[in-house]
């Protein structure tokens, strides 16, 4: 895939004030959150085109607790990245959603590889961390 290797740095959170430090890595087909892999969100493929405004791409990450992630974004050739998220919990009885953003850049710092980053959220316990009640 187009962005396998590459790493984005900036902030999550709602579509109009992204309030969380987080990054999101390409990696063997698959990408991932910071975030969202603390909080029991597992790595997932994605798809990716290039166009005339950039890398377009596209996946979802689920948590069997805490719903799913629908992603749509767009990679810049300055390394910008904006993504459009859509979280949605169902539930029996109900369905909630959410419209989030991430908004970054490119960095080149060394990043976690796919099976580095399932080997370390076995050690992840989604419920001690503050920041996954809010999702």
Not at 34 to 59: H, K, N, Q, W
């Amino acid at each position: 895939n187009i962005l396998d290797g590459r790493m984005f740095t900036g902030m999550i959170g709602p579509s109009e004030n992204p309030d969380l430090e987080d990054s999101l890595h390409f990696s063997d087909g698959h990408f991932w959150s910071d975030i969202c892999s603390r909080c029991g969100f597992l790595p997932r493929p994605y798809s990716s085109e290039r166009t005339e405004d950039g890398v377009r791409f596209a996946g979802i990450l689920e948590s069997d607790s805490r719903g799913q992630f629908q992603y749509n974004g767009l990679v810049r050739d300055d390394g910008t990245i904006q993504v459009s998220i859509r979280w949605e919990r169902k539930r029996w009885y109900w369905t909630s959603s959410r419209e989030i953003a991430f908004q970054g850049s490119e960095t080149r710092d060394v990043e976690p590889s796919l099976h580095e980053i399932r080997t370390q959220m076995q050690s992840f316990d989604p419920a001690e961390n503050p920041l996954c009640a809010r999702f």
